[in-house]
């Protein structure tokens, strides 16, 4: 699937402004560099002219001490051949500035708030300039080196001044107008404009703010909806998250990885598995470690075992969600039994820190492997059980079918990937497409949706299941001996400097590690590219026009945890 | 701790001593509380309310709105956005009310005690009954600091609102 | 007759009495104590916007004058189903008249697209 190292340069061929080529470590990954100006140029002809249509990432790492700054990273991909780009930019510490590039893809646009966030970078032309995950009037932007964490974290009169008022989530946004030509339209309208608009007058319904704020019955965790409502429908939709920033990536920046991959665990924590397989991906592709065929066996049960328990809390959700409490009784009667294998195996219920650089920390259990075969066989006639539920059910089927259709034009836009995604056709799977761990083993089926409504999505999730159940199977009778985890590797790894962008199929999308190590035990900088964040982001996209009982639905389809959203 | 103390002012006004052990019987037995599910330990309180340990046998049954809720469980780790949300929920409830501060996040920070945002401990902005460590607790633990929430309120003792109200009193603070 | 009539005099009397009891006796027994943030509205935890005085559409009222209609057209159907054995065929004519009126006016409201949320 992925391009020869022969073609490796090939790509920037042509496009001006493009220097340093080259290829990131020992992945297929092309990488160049290119200057502030010449970043849009550049952007748009790989996404237009060499057909570079899907952003996968977007962030930035503080470089060097010797040049002090920040490195915008960007990720692009080609899924036709599968090729990877990365593009970086270097800012010099006086001209943090770089050209937004939200007008190529809407999905760009939270991502370059998250980096003006925490980063202090000004992106030109971006239309909503705001804080995402920090309070607005936070001080400070916390990823910088020269930002230090105090000892005791957060101190009284930091926790008097944060009680003190709401925050301003309303505040203005700062655009940077210098140059109109970078202006950019984001193709959704802003709450804000859409009450402007409003002057009262009239027979019709006047438009109210609403916040579908932090607490609420649904269970997606803290997330904030601001909507302009006329009446029950929604015209405006934004959305607000930053509740549960906690810091991750900066206190991974003083952990050992370790002690990282036990805190990542608890980014995506429904399924903590794939946070680990794609930070100890980047560290093993780094320090150049074999892992064991065992172990990578195993690493595979274990991640269709936890997709399982994914999809099962998510169907719990999605049946509240329109209010049928039958489907999670059901649903959490086989995440429990999983669960139990998972404390069985790894010790742990929900937070595992299961997977070691090399390999696994232990291997199964006397019969575990059995007991689990058993259980595998009955996943099928349980599944069976909920789509009698909900999958026929006239209720159901009303509240999803036609609900918040997304076109694949929107999810390219949006990046948006996994479930979401194959719900509305677009044919993609990094388990297939990007095999990592033993996946190039399997026969792997995927399931597509045609029409891109809730249902459709609701549908995938429901075969996904089933094709987890499989390839758990497989791997179980499948797995080769041996050691499960690779001799001789330390205790504290200590990569090489460099940098590696591993991707794994979560049961949300594309989740992804940006690891950047600068030759100690601790990382220079660990980004995790959560696929909820650009899911999450399509809403203001969709939610206008619909009702307040399908923002519901849309939104369990979209499945967040707020966990990696906001790290 | 910055909390609006919610003074009772005003007793009431038959002696209700005979019927006092018949409504702290129906309170304790009735506990309903505040979904606050913030992080991880949101999924484990599913868990607990879900068929396997199930709290609705007790007479619990979670309910989403502040007025309406008897207790309130802060599942996860607090942060300065969200710390004036939980101050102003908290408020929103009528006593008797108790809070659970519910993993390590809540307990103390947990495992990101020393983030530039986490605030270290629920308890830093609102009193706190029960404590129940972990991270994140089995769902055993949780049912166990529910059932001692329940004992609490059936013996009729004070929740550790009241018992701040009445220090706030004592000490002359005004509203 | 008489011993109907008297039933139906307690169960009056027994109700008024059962809804003032419920709502008086609270005053008497239950504390009261008031807070700023107590009486403010709840949104979710956040800080409401704007003013809630504001023209909501006219939906609503509809909807709701339309379920109030037939809500009191199930009041009138309850107790001629109770005794609709003892009162003959006449009754029955006379309740689908009654019914068939106010099946008219559904009717009517569901071809101007009343039920269904513009």
Not at chain 3, 73 to 87: D, G, H
């Amino acid at each position: 699937m992925t391009a020869p190292a022969t073609t490796a340069v090939n790509v920037f061929e042509g496009i001006p402004g493009v220097f340093d080529v080259g290829v990131l470590g020992s992945s297929p990954v092309r990488i160049a560099s290119t200057t502030p100006n010449a970043l849009r140029g550049v952007i748009e002809e790989l996404k237009v002219g060499r057909g570079f249509t899907h952003l996968s990432l977007l962030t930035a790492a503080e470089r060097p001490a010797e040049t002090p700054g920040v490195k915008m990273v960007y990720a692009v991909t080609r899924r036709q051949d599968g090729t990877r780009v990365m593009l970086t930019v270097d800012l010099p510490e006086d001209e943090l500035r770089v050209p937004t590039i939200c007008g190529l893809w809407s999905g760009a646009a939270p991502l370059e708030r998250e980096v003006f966030d925490l980063f202090g970078v000004v992106f030109l032309g971006h239309p909503n300039l705001r804080p995402i995950v920090l309070r607005d009037d936070f001080p400070g932007h916390p990823l910088r080196k020269a930002f230090a964490m105090k000892p005791t974290g957060v101190d009284a009169e930091d926790l008097a001044w944060a009680l003190s008022s709401h925050g301003d989530n309303g505040s203005e946004p700062t655009p940077e107008m210098s140059d109109p030509s970078l202006a950019v339209k984001l193709p959704y309208p802003f709450v804000a404009d859409v009450m402007l608009a409003d002057d009262g007058s009239g027979l019709h319904a006047q438009r109210e703010i609403l916040n579908m704020g932090p607490q609420h019955p649904s269970m997606h965790g803290v997330l904030h909806l601001w909507l302009a409502l006329e009446g029950e429908t929604v015209i405006a939709g934004e959305v607000t998250h930053g509740y549960l920033h906690r810091c991750i990536e900066k206190l991974a920046e003083t952990r050992s990885y370790r002690a990282v991959t036990a805190l990542v665990d608890r980014a995506d924590y429904v399924s903590g598995f794939f946070t680990e397989l794609a930070l100890l991906g980047g560290v093993e592709e780094l320090a150049e470690i074999e892992v064991t065929p065992k172990a990578q066996y195993l690493r595979v049960l274990m991640s269709e075992l936890c997709r399982l328990t994914s999809h099962t809390t998510w169907m719990a959700a999605c049946g509240i969600d329109v209010g049928a409490f039958t489907p999670m009784l059901f649903s959490f009667r086989d995440r429990e039994a999983i669960l139990d294998f998972f404390e069985e195996i790894t010790g742990g219920r929900m937070m595992f820190n299961y997977f070691r650089p090399g390999g696994v920390k232990s291997d199964l259990p006397p019969g575990a492997a059995d007991r689990l075969r058993t259980y595998l066989k009955t996943v099928d006639a349980s599944i069976d059980g909920y789509e009698a539920l909900l999958t026929n059910n006239e209720i159901f089927r009303n509240r999803t079918r036609g609900i918040g259709v997304m076109t694949p034009e929107v999810i390219l836009d949006f990046g948006v990937t996994g479930p979401m995604a194959r719900g509305s056709g677009v044919n993609v799977d990094l388990r297939r497409d990007e095999p990592y761990a033993a996946y190039g083993d399997f026969d792997i089926r995927v399931p597509l949706g045609h029409v891109g409504d809730t249902y459709d999505r609701y549908a995938v999730r429901i075969a996904e299941m089933r094709e987890s159940a499989r390839l758990a199977l497989q791997a179980l009778d499948g797995m080769p001996e041996g050691d499960f985890v690779t001799p001789g590797v330390p205790r504290a790894v200590k990569p090489p400097a460099g940098a590696a962008y591993h991707r794994v199929e979560s049961p949300r999308g594309e989740l992804g590690v940006y690891l950047e190590s600068d030759g100690t035990a601790q990382p220079w900088r660990m980004k995790i590219r959560s696929p909820a964040f650009s899911n999450l982001h399509v809403a203001p996209a969709v939610l206008p026009g619909g009702r307040i009982g399908d923002i519901i639905a849309i939104m369990s389809s979209v499945d967040v945890v707020m966990g990696e959203i906001d790290r | 701790m910055a909390v609006d103390p919610v003074i009772v002012d005003e007793e009431s006004k038959i002696l209700v001593a005979p019927l006092q052990f018949l409504m702290n019987w129906a309170r304790g037995h009735s506990m309903w509380p505040l979904t606050f599910g913030t992080a991880c330990c949101a999924i484990e309180m599913m868990t607990v309310g879900s068929a396997r340990y199930d709290t609705e046998r007790y007479g619990i049954f979670f309910r989403n709105s502040p007025r309406q809720a008897d207790c309130m469980i802060i599942a996860g780790t607090i942060n300065l956005k969200i710390a004036p949300r939980v101050k102003l929920l908290y408020e929103q409830m009528s006593l008797p009310k108790y809070v659970i501060a519910m993993g390590s996040c809540a307990v103390s920070g947990g495992p990101f005690a020393d983030g530039y945002n986490v605030v270290q401990g629920v308890d830093q902005i609102i009193p706190v009954d029960i404590y129940v460590p972990g991270c994140p607790p089995r769902p055993e633990a949780l049912m166990n600091a529910l059932l001692m929430v329940m004992e609490r309120n059936s013996a009729g003792e004070l929740s550790a609102a009241e018992v701040f109200a009445a220090e706030h009193r004592a000490l002359g603070v005004s509203e | 007759m008489a011993v109907a009539a008297l039933v139906f005099t307690g169960f009056l009397l027994v109700g008024a009495a059962l809804a003032l009891i419920l709502v008086t006796l609270p005053r008497f027994l239950a504390p009261h104590s008031h807070s700023v943030a107590k009486g403010s509205s709840y949104e979710c935890g956040e800080l409401p916007i704007g003013e809630p005085w504001i023209r909501f559409h006219v939906g609503y009222y509809i909807f709701a004058i339309i379920f109030v209609v037939f809500d009191v057209e199930t009041v009138f159907l309850y107790p001629w189903a109770v005794i609709f054995r003892q009162l003959g065929i006449y009754s029955f004519v006379e309740m689908a008249v009654f019914v068939g009126i106010l099946v008219l006016g559904l009717a009517y409201a569901w071809r101007k697209g009343v039920l269904k949320w513009q």
